[in-house]
């Protein structure tokens, strides 16, 4: 006997009207005959050309002349080329020069999808039976670049989901490089990332066990001035300083709305998408909330999986992840400590399901084979769908199983509260298969999690619909369980 799963009439469709406002920069030659000619245009035409972009542009982002002036500023060594000064320059030609170098990016014109979703830290205000959730997507713009994007919902003591509607803008976040790096670790990730052996060499000679980015900022300076004659050498020196760009802080303005923030690529191992964000909320053995999220940067070639930090959902902190398990996509933490140790699944082959133990959240090694595909659904591949569960039966773990035709489809397992490399339960067909409303889109024929919920005796599963938008769906938990349970 099947279970009964209750699609819910909700979906979250990409919006093209959700725009950034991005530097643009379209080749060295080109800049600095824009900035020459704008340099001499009379102040009358300056003002008569900026003043409508701006009047025109605020009311589609929430301070563009801080985005103009901003953008302006990234063009200093241009300036300087000129043979002028960005302080002598005048305002409006200031905010004409960053409008000549900045763009707007539509982050959902493509699709939004692959959904994760986790208690808001305010539930303040609320009749029993109601949560306030946040939920997180992946969002595809122009060149298939992804982005983390959010949306908060209200589930009603009857499931019901009420998605919020959006703020006015979409904000990107200050970046604050402050991390203290440890030499090790480092080298050992620049290694995974393919780094010229002897660039790495040499630099870890001249580092101290514990630095700072400027400190290696200076160090990379000063060598790529000794190898100027070696564009391939240059080449290797740069993808050190993009490595450590992975490390950075992240922060919004107060007065933005969770819909308004979006977490874009920010180094050049992000520069083709940030993927799949997998947010928990984890509770630590004190008692405090801390939500963790792994996510998979990718620049084009190599992937990168990385871990955000935050307690707020204002400011985050992110670091990649090392470790001879910290491989390949869907890393999915545990919500907390098992016997002392931070858990978590991954894929490191791209095929089956493993488990890892660390006595540090953001260093993984000793994967552990967990579950290779079983069934006909899932004979390509299985992954997770996001992170454990924690019932008073055990461990729930959505998954996802590849099969004929590519298909994606949703399943179920169950693993030992204790122990979480003994499964106990599975099931045999998948709990969600691409329906006929559900399997067209930008990836055909596939639903897909990155995290699911309890709430009122149900499950509660976002998912996306062939990687174009979002849905949810909801599952009796007593008699998923009971289902689990029979199969072990």
Same mark, same amino acid.
């Given at each position: 006997?099947?279970?009964?799963?209750? +699609?819910?009439?909700?979906?979250?469709? $990409? /919006?093209?009207?959700?725009?950034?406002?991005?530097?643009?920069?379209?080749?060295?030659? +080109?800049?600095?005959? %824009?900035?020459?000619?704008?340099?001499?245009?009379?102040?009358?035409?300056?003002?008569?050309?900026?003043?409508?972009?701006? @009047?025109?542009?605020?009311?589609?982002?929430?301070?563009?002349?801080?985005?103009?002036?901003?953008?302006?500023?990234?063009?200093?060594?241009?300036?300087?080329?000129?043979?002028?000064?960005?302080?002598?320059? /005048?305002? #409006?030609?200031?905010?004409?020069?960053?409008?000549?170098?900045?763009?707007? #990016?539509?982050?959902?014109?493509?699709?939004?999808?692959?959904?994760? =979703?986790?208690?808001?830290?305010?539930?303040?205000?609320?009749?029993?039976?109601?949560?306030? %959730?946040?939920?997180?997507?992946?969002?595809?713009?122009?060149?298939?670049?992804?982005?983390?994007?959010? +949306?908060?919902?209200?589930?009603?003591?009857?499931?019901?989901?009420?998605?919020? $509607?959006?703020?006015?803008?979409?904000?990107?976040?200050?970046? %604050?490089?402050?991390?203290?790096?440890?030499k090790k670790l480092f080298l050992k990730k620049a290694a995974y990332a393919q780094i010229d052996p002897s660039v790495l060499e040499e630099i870890e000679s001249k580092l101290d066990d514990k630095f700072e980015y400027t400190s290696l900022s200076?160090?990379?300076?000063?060598?790529?001035?000794?190898?100027?004659?070696?564009?391939?050498?240059?080449?290797? #020196?740069?993808?050190?300083?993009?490595?450590?760009?992975?490390?950075?802080?992240? &922060? !919004?303005?107060?007065?933005?709305?969770? &819909?308004?923030?979006?977490? !874009?690529?920010?180094?050049?191992?992000?520069?083709?998408?940030?993927?799949?964000?997998?947010?928990?909320?984890?509770?630590?053995?004190?008692?405090?909330?801390?939500?963790?999220?792994?996510?998979?940067? !990718?620049?084009?070639?190599?992937?990168?999986?990385?871990? %955000? @930090?935050?307690? /707020?959902?204002?400011?985050?902190?992110?670091?990649?992840?090392?470790? /001879?398990?910290?491989?390949?996509?869907?890393?999915?933490?545990?919500?907390?400590?098992?016997?002392?140790?931070?858990?978590?699944?991954?894929?490191?082959?791209?095929?089956?399901?493993?488990?890892?133990? &660390?006595?540090?959240?953001?260093?993984?090694?000793? $994967?552990?084979?967990?579950? @290779?595909?079983?069934?006909?659904?899932?004979?390509?591949?299985?992954?997770?769908?996001?992170s454990p569960i924690e019932t008073d039966k055990g461990w729930i773990v959505i998954t996802h199983g590849v099969g004929p035709m590519r298909r994606y489809c949703i399943g179920v397992s169950l693993l030992d509260l204790e122990d979480p490399s003994?499964? =106990?339960?599975?099931?045999?067909?998948?709990?969600?298969? $691409?329906?006929?409303?559900?399997?067209?889109? #930008?990836?055909?024929?596939?639903?897909?999690?990155?995290?699911?919920?309890?709430?009122?005796?149900?499950?509660?599963?976002?998912?996306?619909?062939?990687?174009?938008?979002?849905?949810?769906?909801?599952?009796?938990?007593?008699?998923?369980?009971?289902?689990?349970?029979?199969?072990?």
């Amino acid at each position: 006997m099947r279970l009964y799963i209750e +699609r819910k009439p909700v979906k979250v469709n $990409p /919006d093209t009207k959700r725009v950034i406002a991005r530097f643009f920069f379209n080749g060295e030659e +080109r800049a600095l005959e %824009v900035i020459r000619k704008v340099l001499e245009f009379s102040d009358d035409k300056v003002f008569s050309l900026v003043s409508p972009i701006l @009047q025109e542009y605020s009311k589609r982002h929430r301070n563009i002349t801080k985005i103009l002036m901003r953008h302006c500023k990234k063009l200093k060594k241009q300036f300087i080329a000129l043979g002028t000064e960005f302080e002598d320059i /005048d305002e #409006y030609t200031r905010l004409l020069i960053g409008a000549y170098f900045t763009h707007e #990016y539509s982050i959902e014109s493509a699709a939004f999808f692959n959904p994760s =979703i986790v208690d808001d830290p305010d539930q303040t205000d609320l009749v029993e039976g109601e949560k306030r %959730v946040i939920i997180s997507f992946r969002a595809v713009g122009e060149g298939h670049i992804s982005s983390i994007v959010f +949306r908060r919902a209200l589930i009603d003591k009857n499931n019901n989901i009420q998605v919020l $509607p959006v703020g006015n803008y979409v904000d990107e976040a200050e970046v %604050v490089k402050n991390a203290i790096y440890v030499k090790k670790l480092f080298l050992k990730k620049a290694a995974y990332a393919q780094i010229d052996p002897s660039v790495l060499e040499e630099i870890e000679s001249k580092l101290d066990d514990k630095f700072e980015y400027t400190s290696l900022s200076n160090i990379i300076k000063d060598s790529k001035s000794l190898h100027k004659e070696n564009p391939a050498r240059l080449i290797e #020196y740069d993808k050190v300083l993009w490595l450590s760009d992975t490390y950075h802080t992240i &922060s !919004f303005s107060k007065d933005t709305d969770i &819909s308004d923030r979006v977490i !874009f690529p920010i180094s050049e191992f992000e520069r083709k998408g940030i993927e799949d964000a997998r947010f928990v909320k984890f509770v630590k053995d004190d008692g405090k909330v801390l939500y963790y999220a792994t996510y998979t940067a !990718f620049d084009g070639s190599l992937i990168i999986p990385k871990l %955000v @930090q935050t307690e /707020d959902f204002y400011e985050f902190k992110v670091i990649p992840l090392y470790g /001879d398990g910290a491989q390949n996509k869907n890393l999915a933490l545990f919500p907390r400590k098992i016997k002392g140790k931070y858990v978590m699944m991954s894929r490191i082959d791209g095929w089956n399901n493993y488990l890892m133990f &660390s006595d540090k959240v953001n260093v993984w090694e000793n $994967p552990i084979l967990l579950k @290779q595909p079983r069934y006909d659904w899932e004979l390509v591949q299985i992954g997770n769908c996001g992170s454990p569960i924690e019932t008073d039966k055990g461990w729930i773990v959505i998954t996802h199983g590849v099969g004929p035709m590519r298909r994606y489809c949703i399943g179920v397992s169950l693993l030992d509260l204790e122990d979480p490399s003994k499964e =106990i339960g599975h099931l045999k067909e998948p709990l969600i298969i $691409p329906n006929n409303d559900e399997r067209e889109g #930008y990836v055909p024929n596939v639903v897909y999690s990155c995290g699911s919920i309890i709430s009122n005796g149900e499950l509660i599963i976002p998912y996306g619909l062939s990687d174009y938008s979002s849905s949810f769906a909801t599952v009796n938990l007593e008699l998923l369980l009971n289902k689990l349970l029979e199969n072990n």
